[in-house]
């Protein structure tokens, strides 16, 4: 049965700013536990004192790791594993934005395309990693907080080693999250994990939007987004839905190719690859 949420362990992945500090906020304020991650320690645990002055909750719990560095994000997995002893929601919500229009391509740590690896790689290798405790506390749900912003993944050039733009690898890398939602969906079936995705909502004035200049402006509010992310993650209307895509709180359609069976497949070949999971479940 499903636990009520101040019974429940909820990871959220860059917690330290805009969408995922309202999310983590709202869920403390509920009553939650609540495990925030970030990438640098001072910032995470000053935003942990602030959500627990704001909620007067204790339950709130900081984990660091640099998501360019998947060796950081196996180091997390593992500490999580080996400190919690349940964990109810998964929301895998860090991400970097496509930057300033004109900047020039960059790697991550492995040697990977940044925004494929920071976005994408860094929620598949945790997501494998932490099946055994999401199992443990079934019924339990992934979130992946992906966009609206879709491109259609080129297996020949992965990497964007030719003609990189910043919106293009942003866009790639969260229709990789999408296709990574549907595949697992299908893998988890009946285990009691459900696994979803959303664009949370339209250019919410947050780091990534508002550093770039793809845009020309801002939309709506970073709680319109937050109010999305925590229906899929805690609305008991959505107890057993797995695998699909939402609009905000709305079913919607992902690009064609998220329903490419075989590119799934290539996918989660190229994805164990890259990242090498010693002991997914
Ligand atoms: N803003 C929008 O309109 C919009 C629309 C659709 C989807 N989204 C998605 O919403 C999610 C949250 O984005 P946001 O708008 O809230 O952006 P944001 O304010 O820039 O927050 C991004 C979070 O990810 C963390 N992060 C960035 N790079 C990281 C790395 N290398 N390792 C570990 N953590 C890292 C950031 O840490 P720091 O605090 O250290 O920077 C921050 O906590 C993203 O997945 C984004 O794609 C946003």
Same mark, same amino acid.
């Given at each position: 049965?499903?636990?009520?949420?101040?019974?429940?362990?909820?990871?959220?992945? %860059?917690?330290?700013?805009?969408?995922?500090?309202?999310?983590?906020?709202?869920?403390?304020?509920?009553?939650? %536990?609540?495990?925030?991650?970030?990438?640098?320690?001072?910032?995470?645990?000053?935003?942990?004192?602030?959500?627990?002055?704001?909620?007067?909750?204790?339950?709130?719990?900081?984990?660091?790791?640099?998501?360019?560095?998947?060796?950081?994000?196996?180091?997390?997995?593992?500490?999580?594993?080996?400190?919690?002893?349940?964990?109810?929601?998964?929301?895998?919500?860090?991400?970097?934005?496509?930057?300033?229009? %004109?900047?020039?391509?960059?790697?991550?740590?492995?040697?990977?395309?940044?925004?494929?690896?920071?976005?994408?790689?860094?929620?598949?290798?945790?997501?494998?990693?932490?099946?055994?405790?999401?199992?443990?506390?079934?019924?339990?749900?992934?979130?992946?907080?992906?966009?609206?912003?879709?491109?259609?993944?080129?297996?020949?050039?992965?990497?964007?080693?030719?003609?990189?733009?910043?919106?293009?690898?942003?866009?790639?890398?969260?229709?990789?999250?999408?296709?990574?939602?549907?595949?697992?969906?299908?893998?988890?079936?009946?285990?009691?994990?459900?696994?979803?995705?959303?664009?949370?909502?339209?250019?919410?004035?947050?780091?990534?939007?508002?550093?770039?200049?793809?845009?020309? %402006?801002?939309?709506?509010?970073?709680?319109?987004?937050?109010?999305?992310?925590?229906?899929?993650?805690?609305?008991?209307?959505?107890?057993?839905?797995?695998?699909?895509?939402?609009?905000?709180?709305?079913?919607?359609?992902?690009?064609?190719?998220?329903?490419?069976?075989?590119?799934?497949?290539?996918?989660?070949?190229?994805?164990?690859?890259?990242?090498?999971?010693?002991?997914?479940?």
């Amino acid at each position: 049965m499903t636990q009520p949420v101040e019974n429940q362990t909820i990871l959220i992945t %860059g917690a330290t700013d805009g969408l995922g500090k309202k999310v983590a906020l709202d869920l403390a304020a509920r009553k939650a %536990g609540v495990i925030l991650h970030g990438r640098s320690p001072e910032k995470g645990w000053a935003v942990v004192e602030e959500i627990r002055k704001a909620t007067g909750n204790r339950k709130i719990g900081y984990y660091n790791a640099d998501f360019s560095s998947l060796d950081e994000v196996k180091a997390l997995a593992g500490k999580i594993r080996a400190d919690q002893n349940r964990l109810d929601v998964l929301i895998n919500n860090a991400g970097i934005g496509p930057g300033p229009a %004109g900047s020039g391509r960059e790697e991550s740590r492995d040697g990977y395309e940044l925004r494929f690896a920071v976005n994408y790689l860094a929620t598949f290798l945790p997501t494998r990693l932490l099946l055994p405790l999401l199992r443990d506390s079934a019924p339990s749900r992934i979130v992946n907080v992906a966009s609206a912003g879709q491109q259609s993944i080129d297996f020949d050039d992965v990497m964007l080693e030719n003609g990189y733009n910043g919106l293009r690898a942003y866009r790639q890398s969260k229709l990789a999250m999408i296709m990574f939602t549907f595949d697992l969906a299908g893998q988890l079936k009946d285990s009691g994990i459900t696994v979803n995705c959303l664009h949370p909502a339209t250019l919410m004035p947050t780091s990534m939007v508002l550093e770039t200049d793809y845009f020309a %402006g801002t939309m709506d509010t970073v709680a319109q987004g937050a109010e999305a992310v925590e229906y899929l993650a805690a609305s008991a209307e959505l107890d057993g839905v797995s695998g699909a895509y939402f609009n905000g709180k709305m079913r919607a359609e992902a690009m064609p190719q998220a329903y490419d069976r075989e590119a799934l497949r290539k996918l989660r070949e190229l994805s164990r690859r890259l990242t090498r999971p010693d002991d997914t479940a």
